[in-house]
Antibody
Framework: QVQLVQSGAEVKKPGASVRVSCKTT????????VHWVRRAPGQGLEWLGR????????TYAQKFQGRVTMTRDASISTGYMELSSLRSDDTAVYYC????????WGQGTRVTVSS | SSEVTQDPSVSVALGQTVRITCQGD??????TSWFQQKPGQAPVLVIY???KRPSGIPDRFSGSTSGNTASLTITGAQAEDEADYFC???????????FGGGTKLTVL
């Protein structure tokens, strides 16, 4: 049974950075890409990018190039997503997801950006 | 703007059949998945590889693709199917994943 457990809610000020973690249990962490997706209030799902846990190679959505960094620590089966220069419209629930068909999702991490 | 588009909302009477569509030229070349999301919950994969259903998903959910349009059909909609539905595929480069804007399904 694959489970993804994310870090807790964050409140940040505009201009700050946030890092969200995602720990995978129950499967080979290196087997599948880890994707990051967010959903802002009143908006749809938005793909931020993905990381290859084996190589560390990343692909970022063009919208977030230069602001997002995805890393991983394979020794503890954990992926990280850092978003910098936060704005109020980055307020959203951030999800990690993995699996051959992105069938496994974390519980979500609420990030609130407010002055 | 997304390279795949969906109608913002659709409604269906309880027990009837509803089709939710997703349009985009890249759907001709790349596989489509469908996700269901209910308020306060993480998305759930209901269809992958255009037509395949993960284990545990009721067989009233089915997927198809014709040309540049992917469809999610719910045959005999239930009250618990009321949710937001998102299609997912690739952009024209093939390197970026994209989601449709989502369709809010109301079961009357």
């Amino acid at each position: 049974q694959v489970q993804l457990v994310q870090s807790g809610a964050e409140v940040k000020k505009p201009g700050a950075s946030v890092r969200v973690s995602c720990k995978t249990t129950g499967d080979n962490f290196s087997a599948y890409y880890v994707h990051w997706v967010r959903r802002a209030p009143g908006q749809g799902l938005e793909w931020l990018g993905r990381i290859n846990p084996k190589s560390g190679g990343t692909t970022y959505a063009q919208k977030f190039q230069g602001r997002v960094t995805m890393t991983r620590d394979a020794s503890i089966s954990t992926g990280y997503m850092e978003l910098s220069s936060l704005r109020s419209d980055d307020t959203a629930v951030y999800y990690c997801a993995t699996g051959n068909d992105i069938e496994h999702w974390g519980q979500g991490t609420r990030v609130t950006v407010s002055s | 703007s997304s390279e795949v588009t969906q109608d913002p909302s659709v409604s269906v009477a309880l027990g009837q059949t509803v089709r939710i569509t997703c349009q985009g030229d890249t759907l001709r070349s790349y596989s489509t998945s469908w996700f269901q999301q209910k308020p306060g919950q993480a998305p759930v994969l209901v269809i992958y590889a255009r037509t395949k259903r993960p284990s545990g998903i009721p067989d009233r959910f089915s997927g198809s693709t014709s040309g540049n349009t992917a469809s999610l059909t719910i045959t005999g909609a239930q009250a618990e199917d009321e949710a937001d539905y998102f299609c997912n595929s690739r952009d024209s480069s093939g390197n970026q994943w994209v989601f449709g804007g989502g369709t809010k399904l109301t079961v009357l």
